[in-house]
């Protein structure tokens, strides 16, 4: 059981980026990125994003992204709302039904790492790997899921 705290918005995002490397290494099937609007992520990150290809080629992966809000992500990552179009058939983007439902800040693979920012303010958090805990996050967020329905479309439709 291993647990690492995360102290400030670089730690998290390289934690994140280590998660996503680890996801490519161990050959996970499934990756899952919850947050309200994505702030804190360096999701147009270029080295971020080519590890995501990497992941979305191998066959049968999925990268599940629930959050409430993505106008503020589209206008801050350009690079990652292109890279989606490319990979929409491997990446699912969802939002809560309930308006009032609490959306984690947290990044799972799979059922074995879990990075979590827990303070958004402080930035802090921990990365979890091979902890119990990160089973039942998993667990948690899989009823999570089920309470959410498609959204930010991969192209908008219009006259």
């Known amino acids: 059981m291993d647990m690492i705290e995360i102290q400030s918005q670089q ?36 080295a971020l994003l080519d590890d995501l290809t990497a992941f979305a080629r191998l066959p049968g992966r999925t990268i599940l992204i629930i959050g409430r809000r993505f106008e503020g992500l589209a206008r801050r990552c350009p690079r990652f709302v292109a890279w989606r ?28 790492w879990a990075v979590e920012l827990l303070d958004r303010v402080r930035r802090r958090g921990r990365v979890s790997q091979n902890d119990p805990r990160t089973v039942i996050l998993a667990d948690e967020v899989d ?17």
């Not at 390289?14 to 996970?28: F, S």
């Open 143 to 159: 009823a999570f899921a089920q309470r959410t329905e498609p959204t930010f479309g991969v192209t908008t439709l219009g006259l």
């Open 11 to 46: 730690s998290f995002q390289a934690a994140v980026h280590a998660a996503v490397r680890e996801a490519l290494l161990q050959r996970a099937r499934r990756l899952v990125l919850l947050d309200e609007d994505y702030e804190p992520w360096a999701l147009d990150d270029p």
């Open 85 to 112: 179009r490319t990979w929409g058939h491997a990446v699912e983007v969802r939002r809560p039904v309930d308006d009032e439902a609490r959306c984690p800040t947290l990044l799972l693979v799979d059922r074995a």
